[in-house]
């Protein structure tokens, strides 16, 4: 079970010096505090988590994620679990990672994780289209039409408000 693997990465993790973190923080009080911990489990869950995450996510649910993060983890760090904002803060996370599932494969070494693959039966990558070499079933052609029309607006601007500088 879950409590099982925990304890077995921090092992493994532990061995390897994964999660060791030594911070200034910020406490709810107001003052600062030096935090000393080590969670070398939770920190290898997590690469895993962000390995899958960047298969299965879109750019703008990336980008929500990261903005709401440091909100969850102060939620969390100032012990606000039992809150209607957590609740929601949780039910978006449930609906985010509906589709995160996969495998990875990491590497331990002298405190360093390196992802040497990583599979998910729910990837948004797909190499036919991601293909910058031609040949492949993305028109390259495409790109260039797209990148005018998104520079469109700044063109404009110019023109009406040039710069001195």
């Known amino acids: 079970g879950p409590l099982e693997m925990v304890t077995r990465l921090n092992e493994i993790g532990g061995r390897n010096g994964i999660g060791r973190i030594d911070i200034v923080e910020n406490r709810f009080v107001g ?24 298969l299965t996510m879109d750019r703008d ?18 012990g606000f679990w039992y809150t209607p904002k957590m609740d929601c803060l949780l039910a978006l996370i449930r609906e985010a990672h509906k589709y995160t599932t996969g495998a990875v494969t990491l590497g331990l070494y002298k405190g360093n994780m390196l992802v040497s693959g990583r599979t998910s039966p729910q990837s948004l990558y797909d190499a036919e289209v991601a293909s910058m070499e031609g040949g492949g079933s993305y028109n390259q052609s495409h790109a260039e039409g797209f990148l005018r029309l998104q520079g469109l607006p700044g063109l404009v601007q110019a023109r009406v408000r040039p710069r001195d500088y």
Request: no cysteine; glycine share 4%.
């Open 61 to 78: 649910l990336v980008h929500l994620r990261d903005r709401l993060a440091p909100e969850v983890a102060e939620m969390v760090y100032y």
């Open 31 to 54: 003052m600062k505090s030096r935090g000393l911990y080590e969670a070398p489990g939770m920190t290898i869950l997590y690469e895993a988590l962000q390995a899958v995450e960047q």
